[in-house]
């Protein structure tokens, strides 16, 4: 058959089909004689024979050329789910970065009520004057690793700045919000850094609520604008947008 060039195609099993065709006319013809129908079928079970060790040696390099496949795909999958990890999240501390952070806060709006906290370290940039950078790391992570132990489940934490933290809470009015956000508090204030045992650290919060369906950048900026209000007023502090309420280093709501 030719191509679309009009060359022929070459047939690749020209010479068994030549075969094939000599032992068919072996059989039909009653005239030849045995020896001659012996050498047609002997013909024809080489040719088999070696045909049937060329589709072995090819299952056997298809089978081997699909496992490889899967390993690649595999690894293809391994690395998607790796970069996609690391777009949304923070390569320091494995938190959520900004952007995923913004995206997840989109996602529970529409489900229901959504408080926020943010938080910032007070004085990390003395931190990282005194002691360099890498214990400035030292402390973010410790940090981080803080507030997971004592978040409520469900709760996603986020870095969004240099020592800048928010904290979804999804489900929680401003007054539970406030009462966890005292609890991370507490819980980084609460006792030395392993990383700078010889250096207190605290942190400032800013806690907001929004209802259903509301924008999450105003309930951002009304925790930020918290925040600040919580560093002004001493640091080591939460204080709650709306009615602006806080709770000082002690615990009480003021």
């Given at each position: 058959m030719p191509d679309?060039?009009?060359?022929?195609?070459?047939?690749?099993?020209?010479?068994?089909?030549?075969?094939l065709e000599r032992a068919l006319r072996a059989?039909?013809?009653?005239?030849?004689?045995?020896?001659?129908?012996?050498?047609?079928?002997?013909e024809l079970v080489t040719h088999f024979e070696r045909l049937m060790r060329d589709s072995r040696r090819l299952i056997r390099r298809s089978d081997r050329e699909e496992r490889e496949l899967n390993l690649l795909n595999d690894e293809l999958q391994r690395l998607a789910a790796q970069?996609?990890?690391?777009?949304?999240?923070?390569?320091l501390t494995g938190a959520l970065n900004r952007g995923a952070v913004f995206e997840a806060a989109a996602r529970l709006l529409p489900l229901g009520g959504l408080a926020l906290v943010v938080l910032d370290i007070d004085f990390f940039k003395s931190i990282?004057?005194?002691?360099?950078?890498?214990?400035?790391?030292?402390?973010?992570?410790?940090?981080?690793?803080?507030?997971?132990?004592?978040?409520?489940?469900?709760?996603?934490?986020?870095?969004?700045?240099?020592?800048?933290?928010?904290?979804?809470?999804?489900g929680l009015d401003l007054q539970a919000a406030l009462m966890q956000a005292e609890r991370m508090r507490s819980a980084i204030a609460?006792?030395?850094?392993?990383?700078?045992?010889?250096r207190r650290v605290t942190a400032s919060f800013g806690v907001s609520c929004t209802a259903r369906g509301g924008a999450f950048g105003d309930a951002y900026a009304r925790a930020d604008e918290a925040l600040f209000q919580?560093?002004?007023?001493?640091?080591?502090?939460?204080?709650?947008?709306?009615?602006?309420?806080?709770?000082?280093?002690?615990?009480?709501?003021?």
């Open positions: 679309t060039h009009g060359t022929p195609t070459p047939d690749l099993f020209e010479q068994e089909a030549a075969a059989r039909d013809d009653p005239a030849l004689g045995l020896a001659d129908c012996r050498a047609a079928l002997a970069l996609e990890y690391k777009a949304r999240h923070d390569s990282n004057d005194a002691f360099g950078h890498p214990a400035g790391d030292l402390v973010i992570c410790e940090v981080v690793q803080r507030l997971r132990q004592v978040v409520p489940e469900g709760a996603a934490i986020g870095r969004v700045g240099g020592e800048e933290f928010s904290i979804l809470l999804p609460g006792r030395p850094f392993d990383g700078l045992p010889q919580a560093k002004r007023s001493g640091r080591n502090k939460v204080c709650a947008a709306v009615c602006h309420a806080s709770l000082d280093a002690a615990g009480t709501l003021a």
